[in-house]
């Protein structure tokens, strides 16, 4: 393949448009901003699930309270009506009055059972909202870190993304002014080899692979025609001379 040295010159420029877009890509990709996303909303998630579990003991430690207030209600309701048939003097019975205070007795002290209960149930119910309270303020707390470090990310992506864009119109430029064909092989190249299609012969070494042509393998750049696209041996890369390449 044959190209006027000048638009192979210009590839070289092409190539440092796109290492540069590749460099860009993975600016993007390795911000320390999403490893900090990550393990946020990891803590985000565990909280979220505890204040869910804390809730959830809330709500059953009320329910809990309701029905033992309403055992206590109960009893108490239950050992007034005793407490006025015994003091109407209705009942005149020995044993039924012996009975009854009996019944009252044993009511008293059922009643004092359940709001046992009841005090029992509303520290449970006290302790259960002290860390729905606390787990809510750790979630927001780390809903706020969340937030501001996906600020910060879609930020530095906006500037990236900017610069990507310029960098491409710029690329489609200078590569417009490239011969389709040498343009074909060049991006067939950087496919195969990592990214990088055409590197710079710069004092007798190609800036592809790093190494040093040969005795032979310089003989032959030498000997090629200006306009011809030689190859490097050892990468195969497009190798472009210029006048520092020690030739």
């Given amino acids: 393949m044959n190209a006027a040295p000048a638009d192979q010159i210009r590839l070289l420029d092409v190539q440092a448009l796109d290492l540069r877009l590749s460099q860009l ?8 901003e999403h490893a900090e996303i990550q393990a946020l909303e990891g803590d985000l998630a565990q909280h979220r699930d505890l204040l869910v579990a804390a809730q959830t003991e809330e709500s059953d430690t009320d329910r809990e309270q309701t029905k033992a207030e309403q055992d206590v209600d109960q009893v108490r309701q239950r050992a007034a009506r005793d407490q006025q048939r015994l003091d109407s003097g209705a009942i005149t ?9 009996r ?16 005090l029992e149930v509303m520290e449970r119910r006290e302790s259960a909202q002290e860390r729905v309270g606390e787990l809510t ?3 927001e707390s780390v809903q706020a870190k969340v937030d501001d470090a996906t600020a910060r990310r879609d930020a530095a992506f906006e500037e990236i993304d900017g610069e990507v864009a310029t ?3 710029e690329r489609e430029v200078v590569a417009a002014s490239v011969p389709a ?9 950087r496919a195969q080899q990592g990214g990088v299609g055409a590197a710079k012969l710069f004092q007798r070494r190609c ?6 042509l040969n005795i032979t ?5 030498r000997a090629a025609a200006p306009d011809e696209v030689v190859r490097c041996e050892n990468c195969r890369r497009i190798l472009v001379r210029t006048a520092d390449s020690g030739l």
């Fill in 25 to 32: 890509a993975h600016k993007r990709k390795s911000l320390p």
């Fill in 93 to 101: 019975s020995p044993k039924d009055l012996e009975n009854l205070q």
């Fill in 103 to 118: 019944e009252i007795v044993s009511l008293a002290k059922r009643q004092g059972d359940l709001e046992d209960v009841v």
């Fill in 137 to 139: 303020a750790r979630v």
């Fill in 167 to 169: 960098v491409t119109k």
């Fill in 181 to 189: 064909d040498l343009l074909k092989l060049y991006d067939k190249l």
């Fill in 207 to 212: 800036e592809g692979c790093r190494l040093e």
């Fill in 217 to 221: 393998e310089l003989n032959d750049v």
